[in-house]
């Protein structure tokens, strides 16, 4: 029989789980707020709206405009193994076009998109595909894919 004071705790397992669920859980809540707030500030510096990014498939479509592809490529995200090909493509034409050269910052790019370019001094130098792109300009001209 359990000690009338202690019924409440539960064992000691329970509360080390709860606690290491807590931590977790904050630590990934911190997470999705850095990764909002580094996709905000890579849209507007792009100038585009900040709050284009918390609108699902809409920000993709910003994105697009910001490297300065075609909207209708979105359709591309849509057919399973080659959208991880479009994606990838995508993120690397966006260092592109905050002047990014390098191949470990492509890598970057890739996967911390929103940290690497929004919450860094990254400045955008324009769009790095499409008939916007200056051709003299840090911007290749030509598509990435």
């Known amino acids: 029989m359990q000690h009338p004071q202690l019924l409440f705790l539960g064992s000691v ?18 997470f999705l707020v850095g990764l909002f707030v580094g996709m905000w500030k890579v849209f507007v510096k792009a100038g585009k709206p900040g709050w284009a990014c918390l ?12 490297v300065g592809r075609e909207p209708i490529k979105i359709l591309l ?4 193994l080659v959208n991880i090909y479009f994606a990838i493509t995508l993120y690397v034409s966006l260092a592109k076009s905050f002047g990014k050269r390098e ?5 970057l790019s890739v996967f911390f998109w929103p940290f ?18 200056t051709a003299g300009s840090n911007v290749v001209s030509s598509p990435t894919y």
């Open 103 to 107: 191949t470990v910052e492509y890598m």
């Open 13 to 30: 397992s329970d509360i080390i789980s709860g606690l290491f669920g807590l931590v977790f859980g904050l630590l990934y809540l911190a």
């Open 116 to 133: 690497y370019l929004g919450l860094t001094n990254a400045q955008y130098v324009g769009p790095s595909e499409g008939p916007q792109a």
């Open 77 to 80: 995200f849509l057919i399973p």
């Open 55 to 66: 609108i699902p498939i809409y920000n993709i479509i910003v994105l697009h405009e910001i």
